[in-house]
């Protein structure tokens, strides 16, 4: 079987469900040859899946998806890859961001419990949704809580009914200035699931060359909203500006089936040369993989 790799996967680092070394035994169950961790604007999770990683023979790459803002187009997501998770300034603004996640996410449970309460149902605490998360709290986390005590049957239901509608809004990056803090700690930048930012394709065509001018090292192709037509589309965008294509199934692990580990969207496999182009893209600029 040709090597298949993974370069955006949860953990329960950030709002995954599962923890850094069983992320990495799942993709090694899956036949994987290389992956990436990419929790939300953490690296707490790193050092784990790469030792776990080297016991079991897989290659790795440091991995974040930060949250970021371009002009009207709002909580947009930016994949940094083989940067030092060790830089100083961007350990400082990641600290900021947890910080800022963590109040956010307390915030969130105090307005769901309040709904909870004009209906006569038991509040949540949110310490205990702290403990259960394993590290910082994501809405998922509390909707896996809603289930749990049985205020919701699904995930599905516990966004709709109380954490779309008690949600606080993210703190996010200046795109240009996330794109320098990755690049300045080592490591590359890649614009994560394209078609979640928008479809319109005239539009997303501008947004490039823009983040292109502003250092853009290359887009998520192979993701979990774009379909085989999609994906060529992004392929050939990316390759007409000189851009790196990488891909990634966005795993997650709360209601996503373990088997969607190492696909894009439609059963889509990532070719181990994204892989391949990123290395060498980092080894050119001092990075690099694990």
């Known amino acids: 079987m040709p090597p298949y790799i993974d370069l955006h996967l949860h953990s329960s680092c950030s709002d995954g469900s599962y923890p850094p070394e069983a992320v990495v035994a799942?993709?090694?169950?899956?036949?994987?040859?290389?992956?990436?961790l990419a929790d939300h604007d953490n690296v707490d999770g790193i050092d784990r899946m790469t030792s776990a990683a080297a016991k079991l023979g897989l290659e790795c790459v440091m991995g974040v998806e930060l949250s970021v803002v371009w002009g009207d187009l709002h909580d947009?997501?930016?994949?940094?890859?083989?940067?030092?998770?060790?830089?100083?300034?961007?350990?400082?603004?990641?600290?900021?961001?947890?910080?800022?996640?963590?109040?956010?996410?307390?915030?969130?449970?105090e307005r769901v419990n309040q709904c909870l309460a004009g209906e006569g149902k038991t509040p949540l605490c949110f310490e205990a949704i702290r403990v259960s998360a394993d590290g910082t709290v994501g809405r998922p986390h509390i909707g896996l809580a809603l289930v749990k005590v049985g205020h919701v049957k699904d995930m599905e239901e516990a966004f709709q009914r109380y954490l779309?509608?008690?949600?606080?809004?993210?703190?996010?990056?200046?795109?240009?200035?996330?794109?320098?803090l990755i690049q300045q700690a080592g490591g590359v930048s890649i614009l994560a699931h394209p078609p979640y930012i928008t479809r319109d394709r005239a539009k997303f065509s501008n947004m490039l060359d823009a983040l292109a001018d502003y250092g853009l090292d290359g887009i998520e192709a192979y993701n979990s909203g774009a379909g085989p037509t999609e994906t060529g589309w992004y392929l050939t965008e990316?390759?007409?500006?000189?851009?790196?294509?990488?891909?990634?199934?966005?795993?997650?692990?709360?209601?996503d089936d373990a088997s969607r580990i190492g696909f894009a969207a439609c059963q889509?496999?990532?070719?181990?040369?994204?892989?391949?182009?990123?290395?060498?893209?980092?080894?050119r600029r001092g990075g690099g993989t694990g």
């Open 238 to 255: 990316a390759r007409r500006r000189g851009l790196l294509v990488t891909g990634g199934s966005d795993f997650h692990g709360h209601e």
């Open 164 to 180: 779309v509608p008690c949600n606080v809004e993210k703190r996010l990056f200046p795109i240009r200035d996330a794109i320098e």
């Open 76 to 109: 947009v997501h930016l994949l940094g890859y083989g940067f030092d998770h060790k830089d100083p300034a961007l350990v400082n603004e990641l600290a900021l961001a947890r910080d800022y996640r963590e109040n956010r996410n307390e915030k969130i449970v």
């Open 268 to 283: 889509q496999r990532i070719p181990y040369s994204c892989f391949t182009e990123l290395k060498e893209c980092l080894a």
């Open 26 to 36: 799942l993709a090694e169950k899956a036949g994987l040859t290389a992956i990436a």
